[in-house]
Structures are given as C-alpha cells and as structure tokens.
C-alpha cells in the first residue's frame, strides 16, 4: 500500500448512537456500524485502508429515540429497535441530489447493480461464466452496498517502510476482526455520477497504481517448451519485422517439468499436479539463466516467470535445504515444507529464499497462476487476493514500483494490478465478451485486465479471428497474446497469410505508437480513481444505448473503441457493426466521417479497420515510429490534432515519468501541455493555432534528473498531424513560414491525401520554451465538405472493389472511372491546393466509378460464361471440374466488387 493513509477517521466525522456508530467520510459515503459490545473496528480492513478523509459538511439531530444525519446529498435516519442492529424497520438512506434519488433499507436488493468483476475466465465461453460476476460500486438504481462484516483486518497501519530490510515481519498482516454480533456497512449514494463514486472509493480503499512503462507495450507470452535460443531467436524476430515487443513471458517449462520429475520418480507430496510449482531453472533449456535473462534486458525486453506456489518447497528445489533451515525443520528428515501464505515465516523465506535470488538474476516479475484451493488459514482471507497483496508489498519494499500479473482476488485487489484473466476459449465468442468484460471491472476500479489474446483453449484460430482479437487487444490496457500447449496454435502475427500477417503487424506497430496517450490515461487513472477503459455510462449516464451498447467503451478522454467482434460478410468481405455515436461531434477515426450524436449507427468494415471515435479537437500523443530512434519520445513526438469544431478551444497535457520506481507519487513527473484553437483567421480563411510546452517537470532533485537520462532531454522535436481535414494554404512555426513539400525528409510540410492529413515537422526545440504553429485554411464550400466528410472510408470501399477485379487483370483492366476515383487521395498528395476541387467531385466520381463497374461487369460475366481463355488461363480447358471451380471463383470476386460498390452508394 502506497502513500499515507490512516485507517482512524476524524473524530468530528464520527457519530455514536446507543450501540451504532456513524463515520460520514464524504457527503454521499457513510460507514454505518453496530456492535453489541460496543467496540468499533479501526482498524483498516482488506478494502478499506484509509477513513482520515477531510470531514464534509453535515448535522445530526437526536430526538424520541431516533438519530438523523444530513449532509449535502444524503438523509440517515435511525431508530434502533431491540439490541439497535441495522434492519429495513430501523434505518433507512436517501439520497437527496443528482439524479436518481432513491431510498435504501437494508436487506434491499438491487436489480440495476452494474456489476464488477469475477476472479477468472477460466473455461469460460463468451457470456458462460464458470464463476459468477461480483456487484459493482454503482447502479443505475442511485445506490450502492459494501458490507465489510467479517473481512479480516490488517494488524497494524501502513505505509510500510521502503526498505530492502523490510520483511514480511514487519508488515501490516491479515488477522480476523472482533467476534461477536456485529455489523459494518459503507453506503455509496451517488445516484449517476459513477466517476466520483469510484473516485471517493479509491479514496478511502487506496489509489490505483501506475504500472510500470513496459507493461503497456507488447507482450509475447505462449505455453510452451522453449529454449533460450528459441526465445532469443523470436525476439530478432520481433526486430527483423521491426515490431515491437517489450515484455516476454516463460510459462511453466522454465523450471524443472512434470515429465523430468517423474522420469526420476518423483511425487508432489502437497497432492498438487506434478512440476507446476518451481523455483529451479530447467537448465537443459537454460544452461544459463543469468546471461540469457541479460541478454533479453539488452534488447529492451523484461521478463516475467509463471509460479504455480500451491505444492510448497518440494526436495528436487535448488532452496530446498536453505528453506528447512530457515523455517527450523530437522534436516534429516526429507519432507516437502508445505506452502503457509498466513505464516509470515513462511513467506519472509518464501521471498528471501525463493524469488529474490531469481529476481537478482533478472526476472523483473511473477505471472501468479494460482488455480488451487479458494481458502487459506485465515477464515475470509481468499488465497488469490492474498497473494496479490504479499507479492505487491515485496515489491514495494524494495523500492521498485511494484507488478504483479495474476487473477482478481476480490473487492479492494485495484490495488495490486495487473491481471490475468485466465484460460478461455478460442472462439468468436470468448472474443465478443471480453471489451464488455473489460470495461466492466472499471466499476470496482479494476484497470488493467489481461487477456489471453487469440484465446488459451485449443488455440489453434482461423486468421480472421486471431487479427480481430489482435485489433482489440491494441485498444486494450494491456496487449499480451497467449495460449496453450497445441503446434497448431500460432501466435507469431507474420506467420499467417496475408492479408492477415500485414493487418496484424500493421496493428503491434499501431499499439507501440499509441504509447504515451496510454502512459498519460493511466496517470489519469491514478490521480482519478476512474479507469481509463471504462464503459459508456459513465460519460452518458442518462442515455440507455450506453448502458446496451456492450461492445463499445471509453478509451482514455479522447476516444471511444468499438472493434469488431464477429466475421466478415464472406460476400463483401466487410463486418458488420453497430456503433453508438454519443451526444456531441466524432470524426470515425479509419473513414474520416463526420458524426453528430446521439445515434445509433450501422456501418460495415473491411479487414483493416476498426471503428474508433474521435472526440471532435481530440489530441493523441503518440510516438513518430514504432521502433528504433522514432520511437523515443523525449527526443521527438508526434501529436495528432483531430478536425476540431468551427469555434473550439481543445487541450491536453502528455505525461511522462522515469517508469520505474515510485517516485511518480511524490510529483517526480513532467508534463507537456498542448493547446489548439481553431476560429479567428484572416477573412474567408479558417485558422489553427496550436500552443505546444512549455514542458512542466514535477519537483525532482539533481538525482533524481539524472535518473532520468534519455527520457528527460533539453531537446525535442516533433511531428504534428491534422488527419480528416483539409490542407493548409499557409504554416508557420514560431513565425516562421514553411513551404509544402513531397519529400519526407526534408523541410517543409507534407500532405497525406488518403486521408487528408496535414503532416508539419518541427525541428529540435528546447523543452523550456514553448512552440507555435499557425495552420491557415481556405473555407470550404458545401461540396467539399461533403466531399471530406468520410472521404477514407469510401476509398477503403474502391480499394477493397479494384482489389476484387485483380482475378480478371489479365482478360480487362479495371475501368477508368475506378482508377481515377482511386488515385484522388494521391493527386491531392502532390497537389494540395487541388484539395478543394477534388473533394468537391469526389462524391460524383465515386457514383461513376460505380456506375462504370456494374457496366464492366456485363462483360465480365459474359467472358466467364463464354469461357474467355484469358480468365481461364493455366486451368487445363479438357478439365471440366478445373474450369467450373475456376468460373465458381471468378463469379465470387465479381460478386464481392459489386457489393462493394454498393456499400460504397450507400456511405
């Protein structure tokens, strides 16, 4: 647990009433306790680790027996009957404002909860849960119950010491709560602003942590035998593809394996599976550990282990001796030491012995995979929500900032991220359940769900499913592709055919330029308490699409990510889906359109895109390159600058940090601050002015500046890009003016006609001082406006038809109409003055490039019915079945580009 914090409220929040006591720790959460003994817990529990919150306004009245309490927004009434406990006849909360404002009793149930999380996925198939969702911390009903009676408690106050000498001994540690009749109650009354719930929740149940940096690049993780040659030779794999890849993940077979221990003979003497739990390296694979793991940390990459704790410190352990002698067993006597999560011996050799000394070897964190008994010693304490904690503290007593990857444990887990969410199937719907699901645990502040990317079980996925999967994992919090021990289950993305192999890299390098948007939504989410994937209601709480939209979710405070979960039209070759486009303006981030909600949208998507909404003046940090020199962030960064309205002021601030250690929460960060306003040009000109830095650094000490080499620089440049817009007429930076190029290299900006982005290069600035650029535009007439508005996405639509034509190249090319309708975006990247015109004709030329397919179609289908030999050229024409196959193919593409151009019609 980080930070201070106090379990023992302030006294003026407190109100004792007969056997009852009150603590009002905001104007909408009350804790509401009775004890027949009379003896209040202040002790902090699992959840609740902080109730020393600044005391809000409120008065209490007692009269006739009954105590009332009101602050801004809540009315407690009690009237204790009998031995005072809590029942619907004796208390009763409204809630006095925002909307709804309902009235609570206890014992009520609530349909409308919006639910949280659950422990696992495992086995799960789409919406079929082996284990039950959890209630959420807000509800469409106004309300929200959290009964904490009977959860252990720590047994003493953090924060603990930061220190390599601090043990596990010397921790706060689970014991039970008083006994006797008791109860212990935090109303949540927030009617609909679910954001200040979840914020106040994490006040008074400790913040969600900032992971690490590369937890939020590309993960490689794949149950499976390998050797360090192996892994070493995939990640040159990773670099010849120039794809990024950050974190590598070893399953079990990293140390000694179930048929090694029984080839000797070997039993688990806990009754657990044989070689799932281990702490000695299999050095048949790994000659070396040390200078494998080395290596591994000289490319970038850190590296996780899987632990499976449950069979104890079994004899064949390299620890084994060293553990029996710390604990004081006899040394003569050969027994397993049994695994104690509870006995704080136990776990002081349980780090010392078994995990610290790989840790100095370079193993940066633990894959817990703890799928064994659901109760420890303690009664309540869930072993998975223990492990999680212990972990996380040992990590943090270190000094370094603490990473855990393991499954949910339960309410008050936020704390202790990432997770794993287990072992589900590899089909469609395991993959349209999971944005829903993610989304979801935002609603008991659970941010960072991991998912087995192109699913665990069999494994082995169609191409199709594996790129979807692969597309929603990049708009994920974390990106890791997983699955089980099957040859045929490959999740190398350039090993399957194309078009899939170029979509999937396509999108890894998409994930790695994304990079300080979700740096920057995950501070957010620490400071806030409100994950930064999170669902719709939170933002619209009064509108029911976002409550039944259940595959779309907010992705940090500038998009909205809708990806498609379902197979493409094996006619058109597009998926359908529908998305909720929210109150206000969205640019649909892969078609350009231009979209005013609230509304419900059918759209249909090639292969390559995924719906993604841009808030109107959205701006994306992003790294300019995937990889390589590009991809260092303090020495240049891109900035996209989406279409903003015609009068709008739009900011944001880039967030960065060393991403290690945890000296981010004592305000060692910096920020970069941008600012675009658009309105105010010259007459008849549209103008953009953007404001970029100065860069603001947190407070840091000339150490601590150093400890910030090659991610604190006095220099930086960086790329603007303005997509779904039209070009400029003149640019200036820091008054200076700049000439249009075509060239990338060199000075000048550059304009990217397929879709319509302006790209301004800025050259080396120092970070002190502020940049100023200044985008003049004509104003577009309605035409042009039409033009633009989705411009990409018909292109998309005429790239996808001249593609389906490919098969009849040789017998016809595709028509005139078509090419040209193509090449529009490319005439504009060599002529953007031209913009306005082409635009403005775009729509026509699309309808004739239409009209001109379905005129060559005639021919084609009479060259396919006549046997035209240049369609049918290699086929051996005296094959009948070779030539029915080969006219069954040609009809099918000639099939889909005519759909095509229907779809395209009907943009």
């Known amino acids: 647990m980080s930070g201070r914090s106090s379990p023992v409220a302030n006294p003026a929040a407190m109100v004792r009433f007969g056997n009852a006591r009150f603590t009002i720790l905001t104007d909408r959460l009350v804790r509401m306790e009775w004890a027949e003994d009379r003896q209040f817990e202040d002790r902090a529990s699992l959840v609740f680790v902080n109730r020393n919150l600044p005391v809000p306004d409120y008065t209490q009245r007692a009269q006739d027996g009954a105590l009332e309490i009101r602050t801004a927004c809540l009315f407690l009434h009690y009237r204790p009957q009998g031995n005072g406990a809590f029942t619907a006849d004796s208390l009763h909360v409204n809630v006095t404002c925002g909307s709804p404002r309902p009235e609570w009793r206890p014992g009520q149930t609530d349909d409308a909860n ?260 659901n109760k420890t010693a303690l009664p309540g304490l869930n072993p998975t929500w223990w492990l999680n904690y212990l972990h996380f503290m040992e990590q943090e007593a270190e000094g370094i900032r603490p990473l855990i990857f393991h499954r949910w444990g339960g309410l008050g887990n936020h704390r202790y991220q990432i997770g794993f969410s287990g072992d589900t199937k590899s089909d469609w719907a395991s993959l349209a359940f999971q944005p829903w699901f993610t989304a979801t645990a935002a609603n008991v502040g659970y941010a960072y769900w991991s998912h087995d990317i192109g699913g665990h079980a069999p494994g082995a996925v169609e191409p199709e499913l594996y790129t979807r999967w692969i597309q929603f994992g990049i708009l994920s919090p974390i990106f890791r592709t997983h699955t089980t021990k099957n040859p045929d289950a490959e999740r190398r993305v350039w090993a399957y055919p194309e078009p899939y192999a170029d979509v999937m890299q396509y999108a890894l390098r998409q994930r790695a330029l994304l990079f300080p948007y979700l740096y920057t939504e995950a501070r957010q989410t620490y400071e806030n308490g409100v994950a930064f994937l999170h669902p719709l209601y939170y933002d619209w709480p009064e509108q029911d699409d976002a409550y039944s939209t259940k595959g779309e979710y907010v992705f940090g405070s500038q998009m909205i990510a809708a990806p498609i979960t379902a197979p493409v039209d094996p006619m058109t070759g597009l998926a359908e889906k529908t998305v909720w486009v929210p109150p206000g303006e969205w640019i649909e981030q892969c078609s350009g359109a231009l979209l005013n909600g609230p509304q419900l949208r059918v759209n249909h998507y090639t292969l390559e895109q995924i719906p993604v909404l841009m808030r109107a003046g959205a701006i994306i940090p992003e790294r300019k390159a995937a990889t390589g020199e590009g991809s260092n962030t303090k020495s240049v960064l891109a900035l996209n600058i989406w279409p903003l309205r015609a009068v709008q002021r739009s900011d944001y601030e880039v967030y960065d940090d060393t991403g290690e250690g945890l000296t981010y929460q004592m305000g060692q960060y910096t920020r970069l601050p941008v600012e675009v306003v658009r309105g105010g040009g010259p007459q008849k000109k549209d103008r953009l002015h953007i404001v970029i830095g100065p860069e603001k650094s947190g407070r840091l000490t000339g150490k601590q500046r150093t400890a910030l080499a090659h991610s604190v620089t006095d220099l930086r440049s960086y790329e603007i890009r303005l997509p779904a817009d039209l070009p400029p007429v003149s640019v200036s930076v820091n008054g200076h003016s700049l000439n249009f190029t075509v060239r990338k290299n060199v000075a000048g900006w550059r304009y990217d006609g397929n879709t319509l982005t302006t790209i301004i290069p800025v050259p080396p600035t120092d970070v002190a001082k502020s940049v100023v650029l200044d985008v003049i535009r004509d104003v577009a007439p309605v035409a042009t406006k039409e033009g633009r508005d989705g411009f990409a996405g018909r292109l998309s639509l005429l790239r996808a038809s001249y593609a389906a034509l490919a098969p009849f190249e040789r017998f016809l090319h595709a028509p005139d109409a078509l090419v040209a309708a193509l090449q529009t975006g490319d005439r504009m990247s060599y002529c953007p003055s031209c913009a306005i015109d082409e635009l403005g004709q775009f729509k026509r030329e699309s309808r004739e490039a239409s009209e001109a397919l379905r005129a060559h179609a005639d021919l084609l289908h009479k060259a396919i019915e006549t046997n035209e030999r240049a369609l049918f050229y290699g086929v051996n024409k005296h094959n009948p079945q070779a030539m029915s196959a080969r006219a069954s193919e040609l009809q099918k593409a000639l099939a889909k580009a005519l759909a095509l151009t229907r779809e395209v019609d009907q943009f």
């Open 114 to 373: 919006l639910l949280g999380t659950t422990r696992t996925l495992d086995g799960s198939d789409g919406i079929k849960l082996r284990e039950p969702m959890e209630p959420g911390l807000v509800s469409r009903s106004g309300w929200a119950l959290v009964d904490d009676t009977g959860r252990p408690v720590f047994d003493r106050d953090f924060p603990v010491q930061k220190s390599p000498s601090a043990s596990p001994l010397t921790w706060p540690w689970a014991v039970a709560p008083r006994s006797g009749p008791r109860q212990d109650l935090y109303f949540f009354g927030y009617g609909h602003d679910y954001r200040r719930a979840l914020g106040d929740f994490t006040q008074v149940a400790g913040k969600i942590p900032l992971p690490p940096k590369s937890v939020f690049g590309v993960w490689w993780s794949r149950y499976w035998s390998y050797s360090d040659q192996e892994l070493l030779a995939l990640t040159d794999d990773f670099a010849q593809h120039s794809l990024p890849l950050d974190v590598m993940v070893l399953d079990m077979d990293w140390h000694l394996n179930q048929d090694q221990l029984a080839t000797r003979g070997l039993k688990d003497l806990s009754g657990h599976k044989l070689g799932w739990t281990g702490y000695s390296w299999n050095r048949l694979l790994f000659p070396d550990p040390s200078g494998f793991l080395q290596r591994l940390h000289d490319s970038g990459v850190k590296v996780s282990l899987n632990l499976h704790p449950a069979s104890g410190v079994q004899k064949w352990e390299d620890a084994y001796s060293d553990v029996k002698a710390t604990l004081g067993l006899s040394a003569g006597q050969e027994v397993y030491v049994p695994f104690a999560p509870t006995d704080q011996h136990y776990v002081d050799a349980y780090f010392s012995l078994l995990h610290r000394p790989l840790e100095k070897q370079g193993v940066d964190f633990w894959w817990l995979d703890w799928q064994q008994e």
